[in-house]
Every structure is written in C-alpha cells, then in structure tokens.
Nanobody, 110 residues
Framework: VQLQASGGGSVQEGGSLRLSCRAS????????MSWFRQAQGEQRELVAS???????NYAESVKGRFTISRDNAKNTVFLQMDSLKPEDTAAYYC?????RGQGTQVTVSS
C-alpha cells in the first residue's frame, strides 16, 4: 500500500484548503481511511476518519470546520478544511490501517 497526500500550503486565518490522498496497491474501497496531523514538538493527533460505509468521525478541535470524504472510484480520500486557525498548522498525513503516507504541510497565519 502506498499513500500520497497533497494539497497543503500556506493560508491566512479563516481560509480553506482541501487535502487529497490517493492510495495505490490496496483494496481501497473496503478500508477505513484516516487523516492525522502532527505539529512541531507535539504528539500526533487523529483529525478525522471515514469508514468504507462513509461513516465519519472527527476530533473535537475540528468538528464543524473539517469534512472528510472519499471517492472509491479514484482510490482517494479528501479533507476539506474551512475556517482554518493558526493552531491547525501541522504536517497532515493520511493512513489506512498501519500504513501512513507522506505528509503535506499546512501553515495558517494570523
């Protein structure tokens, strides 16, 4: 399984970004997918997850601002991030099971 995340960048507080993570080498459609983030000097945090049946869960810190979704036909999971805050600044990773993809950096300035 290989996971490739993209879509990170630098935005102002209140802005939006959409992260994408494409999976290859796995039966993507039957696996739950997750987004994690890790800020510098901090522990990794589970941001959101989505099951094969499109049931989603979110960290309290992002509820109402972030939306996770998936496109099984494209083997891709998305993370729509709205109303971004400086505390959302981190490297964001997607994961399927024990496999974690390369991160994409999100930086939010005030």
């Amino acid at each position: 399984v290989q996971l490739q995340a993209s879509g990170g960048g630098s935005v102002q507080e209140g802005g939006s970004l959409r992260l994408s993570c494409r999976a290859s080498g796995s039966i993507f459609s039957i696996g739950a997918m997750s987004w994690f983030r890790q800020a510098q000097g901090e522990q990794r945090e589970l941001v959101a997850s989505i099951t094969s049946g499109d049931s989603a869960n979110y960290a309290e810190s992002v509820k109402g601002r972030f939306t996770i979704s998936r496109d099984n036909a494209k083997n891709t999971v998305f993370l729509q991030m709205d109303s971004l805050k400086p505390e959302d600044t981190a490297a964001y990773y997607c994961a399927q099971g024990a496999v974690r993809g390369q991160g994409t950096q999100v930086t939010v300035s005030s």
